[in-house]
């Protein structure tokens, strides 16, 4: 799978959108790019994830460049809750059953 | 309905020794996947089991060790701990493993002394 590459932190203030952006650059043409979040003291929780059109959910919205060497989470209101560490991964086909994350980003949502 | 849950959440023993931790899965899902978490490695997969059989493997010694039974629940077993075994080990069940239905439980923390 494709290595990826975090900002090891970010802030935003509460009410504004928080733009986490990940580096995907060796990405092949059968890989997801996968969201996931965990909040302190908590397991992961899946957000979102994409091949290559962008995806919007209840959650976040994902932006993936045309070249697919890069991405962005969106999270449009953030609110004291998203305070989390997202993590960025691509796996190879939909089909995979394995995790395997970095250091993600430690996103801090300030009142 | 309810979530993942893992007994217990906090287990301290000793190098040498064996653990044996416990996921109950969602009611419904038939996938149960193992993870170790680790300031260090982040997080790593361990094994993944669906319907009673292993069908993924990570690449962690054979100290390591899991089984599902017929209601779904899921035990994992590590032998001849170390102190490197400590971690954060978190469990996950979706109804046939796919990574976008996956649920974690909070975690057992287990620490090796």
């Known amino acids: 799978d494709a290595k990826t590459t975090q900002p090891p932190s970010m802030d935003c203030a509460e009410g504004r959108a928080a733009n986490l952006p990940c580096n995907h650059s060796?990405?092949?043409?059968?890989?997801?790019v996968y969201w996931y979040r965990q909040i302190h003291s908590q397991g992961p929780q899946y957000i979102i994830h994409g091949l290559k059109n962008n995806e919007t959910n209840e959650m976040a919205s994902l932006i993936i460049t045309e070249d697919r060497k890069s991405s962005t989470l969106i999270l449009p209101h953030a609110t004291l809750r998203d305070t989390a560490v997202y993590y960025c991964i691509v796996i190879s086909g939909a089909g995979s059953y394995q995790l395997t994350f970095g250091k993600g980003t430690k996103l801090s949502v300030i009142p | 309905k309810a979530g993942v849950t893992q007994t217990p959440r906090y287990l301290i023993k000793t190098r040498g020794q064996q653990v044996t931790l416990s996921c109950s899965p969602i009611?419904?899902?038939?996938?149960v996947s193992w993870y170790q978490q680790t300031p260090g490695q982040g997080l790593q997969f361990l094994f993944e089991y669906f319907s009673e059989t292993q069908r993924n493997k990570g690449n962690f010694p054979g100290r390591f060790s899991g089984r599902q039974f017929s209601n779904s629940r899921s035990e994992m077993n590590v032998s001849t701990l170390e102190l490197g075994d400590s971690a954060l080990y978190l469990c996950?069940?979706?109804?046939?493993?796919?990574?976008?239905?996956?649920?974690f439980g909070p975690g057992t923390r287990l620490t090796v002394t």
């Open positions: 060796t990405i092949s043409g059968n890989e997801y």
């Open positions: 009611s419904g899902h038939r996938s």
């Open positions: 996950a069940s979706s109804l046939f493993g796919g990574l976008d239905e996956q649920y």
